[in-house]
């Protein structure tokens, strides 16, 4: 039986600037995961980092993602289009020109006896690649495009960190303990003072100290989270795996 389209990728897991009218309907989001702010619908629900859902019935279908992935566009293809049934990207609709700019597609899927719509925004900056799904039923997608998607993609901008708390302290380190000598990355916060502290250890299975796992290669969950909390102040150890 093919799933929903909805696969939320792993958490990926400062001072936000953002100053655009909100249209009435939508609410501002700063999403500090996948570093990125703009509108999403009020009444949608959130059902996961940078997911939300419309749930006006049990079987709608109708959702929104609005993420980021630290992969190139190629390679971001390779991982998200075999979700949707998709061995390619379509030919592009055009541009959206809002904050910035995106690429335009527009794909279909069945799923069990309902014909899924989806509209996919891209747009690959600096080796990321930022992205807008909508799905919904076909015969409401047009509907859907014009009154959310398209207010929604152009409303989105990068997040600005915060330049006072951005320098922090990194070094490969080594211990011995007995005849293992074990390996790990240090982060330390450029800041006097003791620090609380945390180790990132990685689960059973091959990875590295990044925890970089396989389809997801390129997505290093330990370096994303050990950024972000050295940033606010806490040492970090990733991962004991050399």
Known sequence: MKRLLLIVLLLLTATTIFAQDVPDGFAS??????????IVPTHWTSI????????????????LLVQSAPLDRERWSQVWLPRLEQETLPES????EGLLTWDDYEVSVAVQDMQISVSIALTEIDGATYFVLLQS??????????????PVVESIALRLDDTDNTDYISQDVTFTSGDLTLAGTLTVPNSD????A???ISGSGPSNRNESLAPLAEIEPFAILADHLTRNGI???KSLKS
């Open 29 to 38: 989001f700063d999403n500090e995961s996948y570093g990125t702010v703009g």
């Open 48 to 63: 996961g980092v940078g997911t939300y859902a419309r749930q006006n019935s049990a079987s709608d279908v109708v959702a």
């Open 93 to 96: 609709l055009g541009q959206i």
């Open 137 to 150: 039923l076909s015969e409401e997608h047009a509907e859907l495009r014009e009154t959310i998607y398209m």
């Open 193 to 196: 003072g003791q620090h609380p």
């Open 198 to 200: 945390v180790v990132l």
């Open 235 to 237: 040492a970090v150890n």
